[in-house]
T-cell receptor, first 114, second 110 residues
Framework: DGGITQSPKYLFRKEGQNVTLSCEQNLNHDAMYWYRQDPGQGLRLIYYSQIVNDFQKGDIAEGYSVSREKKESFPLTVTSAQKNPTAFYLC?????????????FGPGTRLTVL | AQSVSQHNHHVILSEAASLELGCNYSYGGTVNLFWYVQYPGQHLQLLLKYFSGDPLVKGIKGFEAEFIKSKFSFNLRKPSVQWSDTAEYFCAWGDDKIIFGKGTRLHILP
């Protein structure tokens, strides 16, 4: 059935290591998003993509990178430059980057940096 | 910068109580407003949205929200809550991107 998958659900990494979080959607959506969710902070936009091979920085892009080589995939790399990487990461998709469209969210990946 | 404010970070109610969660957005011209809900262990999902027409919007599970332009508000309401409404609720405003509020944790006592 259709939806967004994120893997893994839990991820542990040592400080100083880069780590890539997977996000796949089979909803045929053009737009994809990455958010970071911290307690009491709500969701903050890291990166978003309107179309294949195009992406824009969100509000907190420093220390993160993305790629959009395929429509259905939007992986997020948390680099060693990210000062506080431990968080819950949510991927979302939508028909297009216009604000009346509902975003559909994945189950999230909880990253813990030791 | 545009922003979304949710007034209550944590709300505790008994079953059958009425609910109102506050949400205010800063002026931005465009009015595209959403309420999302995150039940424990589940995906974030849309409750309801408003972008034009009747300012009273009905969503899933008996929720509704009223857009009041003069107050820049989009409060979420439910006349009688159930234990299953325990969740975190996020208000969001959209223009070229979506801005989320910090969320309200709702805990319903059985």
């Amino acid at each position: 059935d259709g939806g967004i998958t994120q893997s893994p659900k839990y991820l542990f990494r040592k400080e100083g290591q880069n780590v890539t979080l997977s996000c796949e959607q089979n909803l045929n959506h053009d737009a994809m998003y990455w958010y970071r969710q911290d307690p009491g902070q709500g969701l903050r936009l890291i990166y978003y993509s309107q179309i294949v091979n195009d992406f824009q920085k969100g509000d907190i892009a420093e220390g993160y990178s993305v790629s959009r080589e395929k429509k259905e995939s939007f992986p997020l790399t948390v680099t060693s430059a990210q000062k506080n990487p431990t968080a819950f990461y949510l991927c979302a998709s939508g028909p297009q980057v216009f604000s009346t469209d509902t975003q559909y969210f994945g189950p999230g990946t909880r990253l813990t940096v030791l | 910068a545009q922003s979304v404010s949710q007034h209550n970070h944590h709300v505790i109610l008994s079953e059958a109580a009425s609910l109102e969660l506050g949400c205010n957005y800063s002026y931005g011209g465009t009015v595209n407003l959403f309420w999302y809900v995150q039940y424990p262990g589940q995906h974030l999902q849309l409750l309801l949205k408003y972008f034009s027409g009747d300012p009273l919007v009905k969503g899933i599970k008996g929720f509704e929200a009223e857009f009041i332009k003069s107050k820049f508000s989009f409060n979420l309401r439910k006349p009688s809550v159930q234990w299953s409404d325990t969740a975190e609720y996020f208000c969001a405003w959209g223009d070229d991107k979506i801005i989320f509020g910090k969320g309200t944790r709702l805990h319903i006592l059985p």
